[in-house]
């Protein structure tokens, strides 16, 4: 989801190797490339750089970047903001990671098991990720650390000022830096993810006036409550309004139409969604509303069409694509 970034590497332990080629293969993610991991922290980053720089550990090696990024995968809301400044500031200064405010004093114990001495937790700030480093100073760094270092480290900006004495330049990150370390957190980052995916929603109605009518007054009952993007289009036409919602990471959809066309409309709006640069690595929700606007009060509708919007349904919840329908009598 950021252009700018050419390569990514994932550092993995041998054990989850093929569950982690199998995520990227069923969520299609591009530009990334696996590698085997070492027993600690610095051990698999050095594996990670390694890939730019030495033949042996990768079949091919990729193009060196001037700066590299480096993130804990235990992380998963960082944004593109916080990325940008560390990596323009390890442009400047040659090495760059995020911090944060102390939520807690650290203190030390004596060898009783007392109180020693406690830090003046004003002074201090806790090492976040993401970091970012000039390229060749990082792996210099790494080349001549000592096996201590990589068997006991855990701060990458260290090794720069130690071996390369680059000082870092901090730069103060946001709240949604935090690990997802215990299982507790993993409710958390659900609860988060939902609630971010939940903001927006777009209405597609084609152009017809009692359509239209619907989409305007579903507008109007939810813009008091969440962000909601109105279009009036015709989806083969292949909206340039449509795209720029689809850039903008919009993941749920209502497409308002009558029942004759619904279901064709529909596939044309998923096919839209496939080709954009939206990650389907989240569930994208399709609402998909039958309007019968005739004569007949009959609240039916008929099994082969039925039968169709089940089978659809099905297929493309195997893309996470989820599509719910809703047949509505309108005059």
Not at 228 to 240: P, R, Y
Request: with cysteine.
């Amino acid at each position: 989801r950021i252009s700018w970034i050419s390569d990514i590497i994932v550092v993995v332990s041998p054990e989850n190797i093929e569950t982690m080629k199998s995520i990227i293969e069923k969520y299609g993610h591009k530009r990334v490339m696996i590698v085997k991991g070492g027993i600690t922290r610095h051990r698999s980053i050095f594996n990670g750089l390694k890939v730019f720089a030495e033949n042996e550990f990768s079949n091919h090696l990729l193009q060196k970047p001037e700066v590299v990024i480096i993130h804990d995968a235990v992380r998963p809301f960082v944004e593109e903001d916080i990325l940008s400044k560390v990596v323009m500031a390890a442009k400047e200064h040659g090495a760059a990671g995020a911090i944060r405010p102390l939520v807690s004093t650290v203190i030390a114990s004596a060898a009783d098991g007392c109180l020693d001495h406690s830090l003046e937790r004003a002074r201090y700030r806790a090492s976040e990720m993401p970091q970012a480093f000039l390229f060749d100073t990082i792996y210099e760094a790494y080349q001549q650390c000592t096996d201590y270092d990589l068997d006991y480290g855990t701060e990458c900006l260290h090794l720069a000022l130690k071996y390369c004495n680059t000082s870092a330049k901090l730069v103060e990150g946001t709240a949604d830096l935090w690990k997802v370390t215990y299982k507790r957190d993993l409710y958390a980052a659900e609860s988060i993810i939902k609630d971010n995916l939940s903001q927006q929603v777009c209405i597609i109605t084609n152009v017809k006036e009692a359509v239209a009518q619907v989409g305007f007054l579903l507008h109007e009952c939810l813009k008091s409550q969440i962000k909601v993007e109105a279009v009036s289009t015709c989806l083969s036409k292949n909206d340039s309004h449509l795209q720029n919602i689809f850039s903008g990471q919009c993941y749920n959809f209502i497409c308002v139409n009558d029942k004759k066309y619904a279901i064709q409309e529909t596939q044309q709006l998923v096919d839209m969604l496939e080709k954009s640069n939206i990650p389907l690595s989240y569930p994208v929700v399709v609402i998909l509303v039958h309007l019968d606007i005739s004569e007949n009060i009959s609240f039916s509708i008929g099994m082969e069409e039925l039968t169709r919007i089940k089978k659809f349904a099905r297929e493309v919840k195997k893309k996470n694509i989820l599509v719910y329908g809703l047949l509505i009598q309108y005059k």
